[in-house]
T-cell receptor, first 114, second 116 residues
């Protein structure tokens, strides 16, 4: 059974710092991996999608890497800003096709202090 | 980019009321739609998956007669919470995906349901 773990559960950093959020999954047979952001009381905003054949994806100050064989992904946030404060969720889609349902980690709650 | 619109964002109603939540994909065809429930400080729990024109597939422990799902078109799915009770109070989030593309799965902004 696929399980997704995110470490740390919470993180507080001063503005301007670079930071790394970690995600691990127990079964390397995944179709893709997606990172999301969730603001309090809101839905999820998709940040980055990495297909199983890819090693990383970048969008602005965000960079996500994927090491499928070791069951790990990291989300790197450069030059953090108070507006980055949110809960970041990692989710994997298991299997070989798009039919599998996303399996979520419990998230990392990030607080960026001005 | 792709957007999923979910309405209403907040519902407060009396016990015994049925509540309908709408989920629309605005600029892509959603071959598959998902309904999640989220409790405070918890991650998302998948309730059911629906493909356009087919009956929804419910996760174990989710009552299909309680949570009615309709996915009548490629852009609209509805979740009806029938005869809602206080224990149904939660944050419900819909999601949509085009299963024929490699695009991300997109989520709505959620509906906060409070049953008095």
């Amino acid at each position: 059974k696929q399980e997704v773990t995110q470490i740390p559960a919470a993180l507080s950093v001063p503005e301007g710092e670079n930071l790394v959020l970690n995600c691990s999954f127990t079964d390397s047979a995944i179709y893709n991996l997606q990172w999301f952001r969730q603001d309090p009381g809101k839905g999820l905003t998709s940040l980055l999608l990495i297909q199983s054949s890819q090693r990383e994806q970048t969008s602005g100050r965000l960079n996500a890497s994927l090491d499928k064989s070791s069951g790990r992904s990291t989300l790197y946030i450069a030059a953090s800003q108070p507006g980055d404060s949110a809960t970041y969720l990692c989710a994997v889609r298991p299997g070989r096709g798009s039919q599998g349902n996303l399996i979520f980690g419990k998230g990392t709650k990030l607080s960026v202090k001005p | 980019g792709a957007v999923v619109s979910q309405h209403p964002s907040r519902v407060i109603c009396k016990s015994g009321t049925s509540v309908k939540i709408e989920c629309r994909s605005l600029d892509f065809q959603a071959t598959t739609m998902f309904w999640y429930r989220q409790f405070p400080k918890q991650s998302l729990m998948l309730m059911a998956t629906s493909n356009e024109g087919s009956k929804a597939t419910y996760e174990q422990g989710v009552e299909k007669d309680k949570f009615l799902i309709n996915h009548a078109s490629l852009t609209l799915s509805t979740l009806t919470v029938t005869s809602a009770h206080p224990e149904d109070s939660s944050f419900y989030i819909c999601s949509a995906m085009d299963g024929y593309s490699n695009q991300p799965q997109h989520f709505g902004d959620g509906t906060r349901l409070s049953i008095l």
